[in-house]
């Protein structure tokens, strides 16, 4: 696609202020109260911000303000719905990265100090690699060939929290939440985006999420195709007969193995070699199930890795579209670091359920503000050969255009 060359360039303080503007006008109907719109708008702004910390002492600072007051009140006893704000957040997304990407579902550990922070226990954390103090939270990425950006999030409640009422109620816990599994929390995010009309070509998740059959039904049910991962003990029937996928992957012959790149890594192209097998047929006319199996190229004489994914697609989708459907699942992983390195999504001091749910919905949309910024920004940025007058679209999920690299060139901090 080629992009026309506008006739005269934005300098980046006029595309900042333009683009945090119009957001601003999409957010105004969530706040019935001026301060309160003003509250967000400086909160916002401090979460763009280069200072360190995005706590509520340095928000505060960075507003001109002489203490957080303010900026507590906006998380905690101020009028407004974070749901509301998340609906204008993927309105936003939709709008500005197109339809027909991928949804990936992925969940990320925020460590805490004490007891009181809510949902906190000692559990398990992929991002510190072990179990820690910590809150889990349960998030979804819309990636589309422009960019990628977190769309939606619900806080994952421990069975030692909602089997203990009082807890709950310092943590103003809302009576109507009950115990759900992560899988659970990720099929409730699933099905009012999709509802929401951000349509997905496929919807991608590691093992925790791919496991759970219900989840795997209600995408069936829905007709919304899905490449989730399994563990090598997941039985499939083939041909009438149940079996692990692992036993299924030791049978395949040298000539069903096909090597497919799904992008550049930081290494050069993330080649892999892949495989599917036909499960028993779908119920749903025009659509199939298949196991694609993944397995790394072997370097010397370290075994291959192989990784197993269950694929609900429509009848003719090549293994080439399954693979590229499987390998945006590293997006989750580079919003994440995007997301508490540039915006401060885990710099938060709130223990409530509801200051949580505030200040992680303003960094996700602090964070798709950025990367629409830098969609933008690269459609408009002219090459070096300044008298050909060309400019570049944005290049899909390239590892070197990082948030921080980006604004770094381009100077793009909050004006």
């Not at 050069?268 to 694609?292: N, T």
């Not at 390998?327 to 509801?354: A, I, M, N, P």
Request: hydrophobic fraction near 35%.
């Amino acid at each position: 696609m080629t992009v026309e060359a506008p006739s005269s360039l934005p300098t980046p303080e006029e595309l900042w202020t333009g683009l945090f503007d119009r957001l601003c006008e999409h957010l105004g109907p969530c706040f019935a109260r001026s301060e309160t719109r003003e509250g967000v708008k400086a909160y916002l702004r401090g979460l763009l911000s280069p200072i360190e910390r995005k706590n509520g002492w340095q928000l505060a600072e960075e507003a001109g303000l002489s203490t957080p007051y303010n900026m507590q009140y906006l998380l905690n006893r101020a009028v407004w719905e974070s749901d509301q704000v998340r609906d204008v957040l993927q309105a936003y997304v939709r709008e500005a990265l197109g339809p027909g990407g991928m949804l990936v579902i992925d969940e990320t550990g925020f460590l805490k100090k004490g007891k009181k922070s809510v949902g906190v226990q000692r559990q398990y954390s992929g991002t510190a690699g072990r179990i820690e103090n910590c809150q889990i939270g349960v998030f979804l990425t819309y990636a589309s060939h422009a960019d990628h950006t977190l769309v939606d999030r619900e806080l994952y409640l421990p069975k030692s929290w909602t089997q203990d009422p009082e807890r709950c109620r310092a943590a103003n816990v809302p009576e109507e939440v009950v115990f759900a599994t992560k899988p659970e929390l990720a099929a409730r995010m699933l099905w009012r985006t999709l509802d929401a009309g951000l349509t997905a070509a496929f919807v991608t998740g590691d093992t925790v999420y791919g496991s759970h059959r219900p989840l795997r039904e209600g995408l069936q049910v829905r007709k919304q195709a899905y490449a989730l991962a399994v563990a090598c003990s997941e039985q499939v029937e083939v041909q009438g007969e149940r079996k692990r996928v692992d036993h299924i992957a030791d049978g395949l012959e040298a000539d069903q193995w096909q090597r497919i790149s799904v992008g550049d890594g930081s290494k050069g192209p993330r080649e892999f070699d892949w495989a599917r097998v036909e499960l028993v047929g779908s119920s749903h006319e025009g659509w199939q199930k298949w196991l694609v199996v993944r397995r790394s190229l072997v370097s010397g004489e370290k075994p291959a890795d192989q990784a197993y994914v269950l694929v609900f697609a429509p009848c003719g989708t090549t293994l080439a579209k399954m693979a590229e459907a499987i390998g945006t699942r590293w997006t989750v992983e580079q919003c994440f670091e995007e997301g508490k390195g540039e915006v401060g999504l885990d710099h938060y001091e709130v223990r409530s359920w509801q200051g949580w749910y505030r200040h992680i919905t303003l960094c996700m949309l602090a964070h798709a503000f950025l990367v629409v910024l830098r969609t933008q920004s690269q459609m408009l940025m002219p090459q070096q050969n300044e008298e050909k007058k060309q400019w570049k679209p944005s290049l899909p999920h390239s590892p070197s255009k990082t948030l921080s690299a980006f604004k770094r060139q381009r100077g793009l901090v909050c004006p």
